[in-house]
Each structure stands twice: as C-alpha cells, then as structure tokens.
C-alpha cells in the first residue's frame, strides 16, 4: 500500500490537492473533516459530540477521531494506498496511526506538509466561509482553528521529520504549480 498524509494548516489546501493525487496515483481519500461532517449531518451520536467541538475551532478528542480512523480504515481494506487528508492532528494521533498501519503490515511512507503563512490561510478561509457555509469558516474559529494548528498540529512535523518522511511543500501559487511540486516529492 502507498500511504500519504497530506499535512497543513487549515485552509492550506489539503482537500483541493488531494482530489489531484487520487486522480493520478489511484488512492482512496480519507478526510476526517469530511467523515465528521456527514456524521454531522446525519445526526449519528459522534455527529452530535462533534458539532460543538468543530464550531469552537477546537479538535474533537483523540480517543473518538482515532476510533472513527480505525473504522473507516478497515473498510478500505482492499484498497491500493490511502490518503490522510486532516489527520494526525496530534501526536497522539500520530502514534495511532503508525501503529494501526503497522498491524495491517504497512506504514506511512510520505508526508506532504502545505506550507502557507497565516494571512493568507485566513483570508482563503474568510472567502471560502462566503459560499461554504461551514460554521467554522468565520473570523473567530478561523483564529482559535490556527492556534489549535500552532499548539497541537505543527509539532507533527517534527515527528515525522525523526522519522525522515517529511516533504515541506510550497502551498502558495497555483494549484497547477502546487500539485507539481507534489508529484515530484511523491516520485
Ligand atoms: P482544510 O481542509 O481547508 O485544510 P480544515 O483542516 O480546517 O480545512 P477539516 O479537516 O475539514 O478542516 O476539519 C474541520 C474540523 O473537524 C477541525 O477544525 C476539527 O474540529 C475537526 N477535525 C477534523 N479532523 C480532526 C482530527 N484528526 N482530530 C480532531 N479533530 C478533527
Ligand atoms: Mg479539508
């Protein structure tokens, strides 16, 4: 299995490049954003302990996104590589997933981190919030989503870059130039 997780902060463009490498390399998408909003809308029981979290801008614990991971993981299992799109989020998260990996007989091989500046991811969000109608795309969870990112999210990268996978990636220009540079550091 080919196993990439596509890092950064939000709005760093993880769900727009992801949809490039599913086309191109054949893997299947796993975005925890994406699963946790269906459950949303769905009303399920995490649905409803989600909400609250994700409006905040703050993560929804560890213990109930690593369940949820492992679940959706094991209805993948004939799949060719995934793409982590939106977790690990902690490290925590992090150490679940090299070991849920693990005990499929596979492991993380890249990690793909978006590397763009605050301004910019707040002013991609605040033009996304217009037509998504996330109720996390406003000023204020945009604020508390990046210092979620800063305190909880970024010491990832150090993580991984312990375990050499890492692979900064310039997130500004183009989504043309941006997927480029990402195909080169999956080749
Ligand atoms: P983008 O996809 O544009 O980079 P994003 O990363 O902020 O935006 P999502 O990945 O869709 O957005 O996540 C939305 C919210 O869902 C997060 O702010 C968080 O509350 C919750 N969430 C998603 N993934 C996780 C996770 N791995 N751990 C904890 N909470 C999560
Ligand atoms: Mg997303």
Redesign the pocket.
Known sequence: MTNVVIF????????TQSELIIKKYGLDHI????V??AEIKNKTELGKI?EG??SD????P?EL?IDMLASVLDSKKDSKGVIF??????IP?GQALDKMLKERGTEVQVVLSLEVDDAELVDR?LK?GQISGRA?DNLETIKS?LE?YHGQTSPLKQYYVEQGKLAAIKGTGTIEEIFERITKAIK
């Open positions: 950064g902060a939000p709005g760093s463009g993880k769900g975005s925890t954003g994406d946790l909003r989600a979290y994700i801008g703050k993560l929804v560890d996104i799109d939106g977790f690990p989020r902690t998260q969000l996304r996390d989503r979620v």
